[in-house]
């Protein structure tokens, strides 16, 4: 991975924030009448806790345009360079975690990674799914899936012959164990929640 010029690395990243930063799911929620999505369970803008609104389209739809506003950013920076493309794609993560329009109090990122994933190497992304599910169905956790395929994703860049991408996707995976720490004290102490479990 080449880095590119400074200004287009900087607009890659700007661009990518700025697509990443879209709060779908509070956007959405509010607009279904449901009211303020982080008033409720985690208080995250995520698909998840969307929800538990009871609404399974919204939250579908949450999945979807968090997982398609990173795949686009990195599509369209990916014009002026694939480098260009993947800085898009870490900087839509950035902005859905860390967006400023919510006092940079946002998801944690696992749409939104794929989102990027699938921009910067389709084959890759492809490769994140079949991993959470294989591990969903296997462990019924969402939240373990998720890491396992994150952890796994920049060590399948790696074998594509992409060892720059597969640095950058090891820091978003690394900021997206972070996000799900308190999961992890959950899968640990056996108290996580299991999907398809009533609450």
């Not at 060590?155 to 060892?163: R, S, T």
């Amino acid at each position: 991975m080449v880095l590119p010029s400074l200004q287009l690395g900087l607009a890659a990243l700007v661009v990518g924030y700025g697509f990443g930063s879209i709060p779908f799911g509070l956007l959405l929620t509010k607009a279904a009448g449901l009211g303020d999505v982080r008033s409720i369970g985690s208080g995250n803008i995520g698909a998840t806790n969307v929800l538990r609104t009871g609404r399974k389209d919204i939250a579908a739809a949450t999945l979807l345009l968090d997982a398609l506003k990173a795949t686009a950013a990195a599509l369209i920076m990916s014009a002026f360079s694939p480098e260009a493309g993947a800085l898009a794609g870490f900087g839509a993560f950035l902005g859905h975690i860390f967006p400023v329009w919510l006092k940079f109090k946002g998801g944690k990122g696992v749409a939104t990674f794929l989102g990027s994933l699938l921009g910067i190497a389709s084959p890759a992304g492809l490769a994140f799914i079949a991993i959470w599910l294989s591990v969903a169905f296997l462990s019924r956790y969402s939240s373990l899936a998720a890491l396992v395929a994150s952890a796994a994703s920049p060590f399948v860049l790696f074998a594509m012959g992409l060892p720059g991408q597969a640095l950058l996707l090891g820091v978003m995976a690394a900021i997206l164990w972070w996000k799900h720490k308190e999961n992890i004290a959950r899968l640990f102490d056996g108290t996580e929640g299991k999907i398809g479990q009533k609450s």
